[in-house]
């Protein structure tokens, strides 16, 4: 995986407004306005964060006369799931070499 890309995806999550505006999508589709509102931003500002999460790959945008609306690309958050894989089987593998280490050297008197 490109280094660069997950750094990227993990900046636009990383801001509140954008991560809130993630979990609103995670519910199912919804205007800029939509978005907008719980939040307490204006329309512009947060037009500015839905495009970093768009061009992130994290949201799609789809226009319908005046009205934006996104959602979240079923592969958006797939560079945080194979990230996260990839640190649990790690873990996994440290844990079975400690495991192994400590069947291979018991401990006297134990």
Do not use: C
Request: aromatic residues 4%; hydrophobic residues 45%; proline residues 6%.
């Amino acid at each position: 995986m490109e280094v660069q890309k997950l750094d990227r995806v993990f900046h636009a999550l990383a801001d509140p407004l954008r991560l809130t505006m993630v979990e609103q999508l995670s519910r199912g589709p919804a205007s800029v306005k939509e978005l907008a509102a719980p939040l307490d931003l204006a329309l512009p500002s947060a037009v500015k964060h839905l495009q970093l999460l768009e061009q992130t790959g994290i949201v799609r945008s789809n226009k319908a006369g005046r009205v934006r609306t996104y959602d979240l690309r079923p592969d958006g958050l797939a560079p945080v799931a194979d990230w996260v894989r990839r640190r649990e089987a790690a873990l996994g593998a440290a844990f079975d070499r400690l495991a192994q280490a400590m069947r291979d050297f018991p401990e006297e008197g134990a």
